[in-house]
């Protein structure tokens, strides 16, 4: 048994990239750890999803514990950062917010989890944080580094598939359709060259399609954020499995040669 952790940015993020990674680890009899850098404060709540006198963060935080136990992660930590908003927002300005953090702190807090669990493999963000956004840039910084201090020699950047994603919006007209219907603007964001890494470029391809119902309820438990309306609750199953089926990663170092690799592990 090796212990793998997830480190993200804000809660949902684990379900939406690597629950499907962290589902197949726990039924391989591995041990998964999540670490959260902030608990979301920046999002935006869907009407009703707080409770009277709640924050935002608090009810993300709980989703987050939700999210976890469907997914099954042995244990989840919060590095106790605020969420920075989206790029060029007045909020990248918070002195506690997790853009603005004392890198070598961060640091030390991530290693810290990362020596007490003896972790074999580290998963973050890749270089671009997938679309630009500050937290997830800083979660590929501090957890490279970290991992660096931790001694932890598997280090995974979890990305998107753009090539897939362009080609799927133009092969398949009904889910580029579906896509633009439901959200504009992470639409537009696809075609965006910094959105993810191409095909090329990727390394490591997991196929989580055995857990894809739990993958979605995973989502679904961040219900302030991800409602049965949303860009994600409205996909098909057969939309879902064409976006969410495999999870992809890049490894650093040479580039890939041949097929894919599928196993974190080895």
């Known amino acids: 048994m090796a212990t793998m952790v997830n480190f993200h940015a804000h809660p949902d993020d684990e ?3 690597t629950s499907g990674t962290m589902m197949k680890a726990v ?3 591995h041990r998964v750890v999540l670490v959260v850098a902030t608990k979301g404060e920046q999002g935006e709540p869907a009407p009703g999803a707080l409770r009277p006198g709640e924050t935002l963060g608090e009810r993300r935080a709980a989703e987050t514990l939700d999210a976890a136990e469907i997914i099954g992660a042995h244990r989840v930590e919060f590095l106790g950062y605020e969420d920075s908003g989206m790029a060029g927002e007045e909020s990248n300005n918070n002195p506690a917010s997790f853009w603005q953090a004392d890198f070598g702190e961060a640091v030390d807090r991530l290693t ?11 998963t973050v963000y890749d270089d671009h944080g997938g679309y630009g956004h500050p937290d997830h840039i800083q979660v590929h910084r501090v957890g490279v580094d970290a991992a660096r201090q ?22 398949v007209e009904s889910f580029a359709e579906a896509m633009e219907e439901m959200d504009v603007e992470r639409a537009e964001r696809f075609r965006e060259e910094e959105f993810g890494t191409e095909e090329a470029d990727i390394t490591h391809a997991v196929d989580v399609s055995a857990y894809l119902e ?6 679904l438990a961040h219900t302030s954020q991800i409602t049965a309306d949303s860009f994600f609750g409205s996909m098909t199953d057969e939309q879902f499995a064409d976006a969410f089926a ?5 490894a650093p ?12 592990f080895r």
């Open 15 to 17: 379900a939406i990239a």
């Open 27 to 29: 039924a391989d009899g």
């Open 112 to 122: 810290r989890i990362l020596v007490e669990e003896s972790a074999e493999v580290l």
């Open 150 to 171: 931790a001694g932890v020699e598997r280090v995974f950047y979890a990305t998107m598939n753009r090539t897939q994603i362009l080609r799927q919006m133009a092969e």
């Open 214 to 219: 739990h993958k979605r309820a995973a989502m």
């Open 246 to 250: 495999t999870e992809w990663y890049v």
């Open 253 to 264: 170092g040479p580039p890939r040669t041949g097929d894919f690799a599928t196993d974190l």
